[in-house]
């Protein structure tokens, strides 16, 4: 998992607010997440749209365009509930940037999820994010690619824990960090098990399961 920021490129500034309140329209918004909004949101900004008419590289169904939305926290964190209406209502691919202030010291995270678009609502996978970063910073230059495709994906990989493996599809390595994330929790459970279990032939059973899975999860990873 990489920490960077990208230098995104000018000729994709779009720079306009959005209020909040057009996020409560959507459905998927309850009263808890309303509230977050407004205990957490300081503001959302439209930073920049990544499309064939501002980048010249040529979108698809799938990836028409990619969106890096600011949003300035109010406290320390914006959490995912967040972030997730946002993604339901936009329906294209976001790189979201979150802005905070510690000490009077500005610091900011580049945070994703992998969004599959298609009939309805869009398909997200978890979120995966960098660690916080001063603000001064350098930015990096974005990921060469020759499709908007290429490059969603190439903008999500870093901030992945999962290497993509050759050949693999952005959707393929959120697949299996979701097996790796659940098989994380099920060898945390067997070893708790296992340190409490007294029963000697328990003990022995949940060892080679702890194995097993174990293996599992080094073949994902």
Same mark, same amino acid.
């Given at each position: 998992? +990489? ?25 998927? #918004? ?8 407004? =205990?957490?949101?300081?503001?959302? /900004?439209?930073?920049?749209? %990544?499309?064939? $008419? ?5 979108? /698809?169904? $799938? ?11 109010? $406290?320390?964190? #914006?959490?995912?509930?967040? %972030?997730?209406?946002?993604?339901? $209502? ?26 599959? %678009? ?7 996978? +978890? ?9 001064? /910073? ?20 870093? %901030? ?10 952005? =959707? ?16 945390? =459970? ?5 340190? /409490? ?6 003990? #022995? ?17």
């Amino acid at each position: 998992m +990489a920490d960077l920021l990208y230098r995104w490129p000018e000729a994709a500034k779009f720079g306009r607010r959005v209020p909040k309140e057009k996020f409560y329209e959507h459905g998927t #918004v309850n009263t808890a997440v309303r509230e977050k909004f407004i =205990s957490d949101v300081q503001r959302i /900004t439209w930073s920049y749209k %990544l499309a064939e $008419a501002t980048i010249n590289l040529p979108g /698809t169904a $799938a990836v028409p365009e990619v969106q890096v939305f600011t949003i300035d926290a109010k $406290a320390s964190d #914006v959490g995912e509930p967040i %972030l997730n209406a946002i993604d339901k $209502a936009i329906p294209f691919p976001i790189i979201f940037e979150i802005a905070r202030h510690r000490a009077d010291q500005p610091e900011t995270r580049t945070v994703a999820a992998h969004k599959q %678009l298609g009939v309805g609502t869009p398909k997200l996978s +978890a979120y995966y994010s960098t660690g916080w970063q001063p603000g001064g /910073t350098g930015r990096q230059a974005m990921p060469t690619a020759i499709t908007l495709p290429a490059l969603y994906a190439a903008l999500l990989q870093p %901030l992945t824990p999962i290497t993509a493996r050759p050949g693999e599809e952005m =959707s393929d390595v959120a697949d299996r960090l979701a097996t790796v994330r659940k098989l994380e929790r099920e060898v945390a =459970s067997l070893e708790r098990k296992l340190r /409490t279990e007294p029963q000697l032939n328990r003990k #022995v059973e949940l060892r080679r399961t702890l194995k097993t899975k174990q293996h599992e999860l080094e073949q994902q990873r």
